[in-house]
């Protein structure tokens, strides 16, 4: 797990979250995020954005599951 300064490591001791952060290692791209939130984006290993979405998502739903573990399987 990353070691977070400042609010954001305050805020998940506050909240006594115990996952895994991920920081950017350099500035995030405009057209990855635009305008929209939330958004997600989908990287594949090399960092290439291979999907973009707008607007909320319901993880839980199969074919989503099913989408994204096709997506990792192939990259």
Same mark, same amino acid.
């Given at each position: *797990?990353?070691?977070? +300064? ?5 805020? *998940?001791?506050?909240? +006594? ?31 290439? *954005?291979?999907?973009? *979405? ?6 839980? +739903? ?12 192939? +990259?």
């Amino acid at each position: *797990m990353w070691t977070l +300064n400042g609010k954001s490591g305050a805020f *998940m001791q506050a909240n +006594n979250y115990d996952v895994l952060v991920y920081v950017p290692a350099r500035t995030i791209p405009s057209d990855f995020l635009g305008g929209a939130i939330p958004i997600t984006v989908v990287l594949d290993k090399s960092g290439v *954005m291979i999907a973009r *979405m707008e607007d909320g998502r319901d993880y839980t +739903n199969p074919e989503i599951l099913r989408a994204l573990n096709e997506l990792g399987e192939s +990259n």
